[in-house]
Structures are given as structure tokens and as C-alpha cells.
């Protein structure tokens, strides 16, 4: 298992950006695939970007493709996500999270659902405003 938590989250205008970072435990954090997702008010979890195990795939959803990117430092146990051109449609609570395997396959990363993933952070905050 590999205890995550989120940090960066805050305010911003439309057209700002923002950059998360997601601190892993474990020593096997470099054998995980993970993933970035988020929580709008009253709408699903849905996913926002993921990396796969080695940071050679990334791959991300239609809304934030070319404004979002997912990077990680496997020396460091960090995933991050750095956002930009943001608009109030991001607004939303975002999570790291794990995937349940080790050494996940890109193919299972990139059907980009919460199912495959085990481990989540507690949430960071972004709010843009208009």
C-alpha cells in the first residue's frame, strides 16, 4: 500500500495556473502507475490524468489535454500535476492516487478508471474563478 497526500491546491483566476504535488511513502512507489482525478460539487470522481510506473506514458482526459501535465520524480516519491490556462470548470477537490498493481500495464492505465486504482490521497482544493 503506498499512503499518498496532496498539496498546491489553491485559488486562481481563469487563464492562472497551479501546480500539485503528490508525496508517496513507500519504497516501492516507482513500481506503481499513478493517476490524477478530481471531485466537481455534485458530480462524479472523474479521471484527469495518469503516468505510468516508469514515466514513460502519460495519458489525460479530453477536457484538460494540452493545458494539464502529469510528471513524476521516482527518486523522490513525487507525482505532480501542473495545470494551466485553468477556467472555472476545474474547479474541484483533486487526488493522487495508486494503482492497485505493481507494474501496471499502459493499456489498463489507459482505459482511465478509478477501478484499477487502490491507494488515495486526501484531496487538495482548487477553486478558479471567473
Known amino acids: 500500500q503506498v499512503l499518498l497526500v496532496e498539496s498546491g491546491g489553491g485559488s486562481v483566476q481563469a487563464g492562472g495556473s497551479l501546480s500539485l504535488s503528490c508525496a508517496a511513502s513507500?519504497?516501492?512507489?516507482?513500481?506503481?502507475?499513478m493517476g490524477w482525478f478530481r471531485q466537481a460539487p455534485g458530480k462524479d470522481r472523474e479521471f484527469v490524468a495518469g503516468i505510468n510506473w516508469s514515466g514513460a506514458n502519460t495519458y489525460y482526459a479530453d477536457s484538460v489535454k494540452g493545458r494539464f501535465t502529469i510528471s513524476r520524480d521516482n527518486a523522490k516519491n513525487m507525482v505532480y500535476l501542473q495545470m494551466s490556462s485553468l477556467s472555472p470548470e476545474d474547479t474541484a477537490v483533486y487526488y493522487c492516487a495508486a494503482d492497485l498493481m505493481t507494474y501496471g500495464s499502459t493499456l489498463r492505465l489507459s482505459r482511465k478508471d478509478e477501478k484499477y486504482f487502490g491507494s488515495w490521497g486526501q484531496g487538495t482544493q482548487v477553486t478558479v474563478s471567473s
Open positions: 513507500g519504497r516501492t512507489f516507482s513500481t506503481y502507475s
